[in-house]
């Protein structure tokens, strides 16, 4: 039973243009999401992250959106770059010690190709 | 800042043999966390170390254990190896701060092969 679901396996985008990952959870107890940069070989970079509280936190040219009750979110990244092409893994936090801190449950990842 | 580190990179075994997998965690973080991360799976949780304690494991076999030493390195074990073990083992660590944006952060992985 996955509870983070990301349901497009690939991505493919221009340069220039806005490139919008999704992603979806089933736990509502979940309380702190985080996307993850990956490339082949290596451990995952963090990107950005949302507290349940938020619905927007922005960085740069990355932007996530949390949707509580349709437990939704999504990274834009504006403008694409070639750079940008790697796999994308959605994660959320399980609530531990009172609401903080616990291991992430990943998504699958979407992997984004960004062309010139 | 030095991150996360992992040791070795790369470790051959056959089936039944033993792996011991090291973790440096960044400097001033006390939580450690590892995930495996098999061929066409997503990134699994294995296990949490926080302060020497282990505080939350994932749905693995008892077979996959660790500790976590008072420099708060960690090391991952696993007993029996089977070929489905092969794996990219992964490593994170956290300030372990009992605060919601508590953010792990990720080391290069170990590329685990079992023959």
């Known amino acids: 039973d996955q509870q983070v679901k990301q349901n497009s396996p690939s991505l493919s985008v221009q340069e220039g243009r806005i490139s919008i990952l999704n992603c979806d959870y089933t736990n509502s107890m979940f309380d702190y999401f985080l996307w993850y940069k990956k490339y082949p070989a290596e451990g995952p970079t963090f990107l950005i992250s949302?507290?349940?509280?938020?619905d927007k936190n922005e960085d740069g040219r990355f932007t996530v959106f949390l949707n509580k009750s349709a437990k939704h979110l999504s990274l834009h990244i504006v403008p694409s770059q070639p750079g940008d092409s790697a796999v994308y893994f959605c994660a959320a936090r399980e609530m531990n010690y009172g609401g903080s801190q616990g291991n992430l449950i990943f998504g699958k990842g979407t992997k984004l190709s960004v062309k010139p | 800042e030095a991150g996360v580190t992992q040791s070795p990179t790369h470790l051959i075994k056959t089936r039944g043999q033993q792996a011991t997998l090291r973790c440096s965690p960044i400097s001033g973080h006390t939580s450690v966390y590892w995930y495996q991360q098999a061929l066409g799976l997503g990134l699994q949780f294995l296990l949490w170390?926080?302060?020497?304690?282990?505080?939350n494991r994932g749905n693995f076999p008892p077979r996959f254990s660790g500790r976590q030493f008072p420099n708060y390195s960690s090391e991952l074990n696993v007993n029996a190896l089977e070929l489905e073990d092969s794996a990219l083992y992964l490593c994170a660590s956290s300030l372990g701060q009992r605060i919601m944006t508590d953010t792990q952060y990720f080391g290069p992985g170990t590329r685990l092969t079992v023959l």
């Open positions: 170390y926080d302060e020497g304690e282990e505080r």
């Open positions: 949302i507290s349940s509280i938020k």
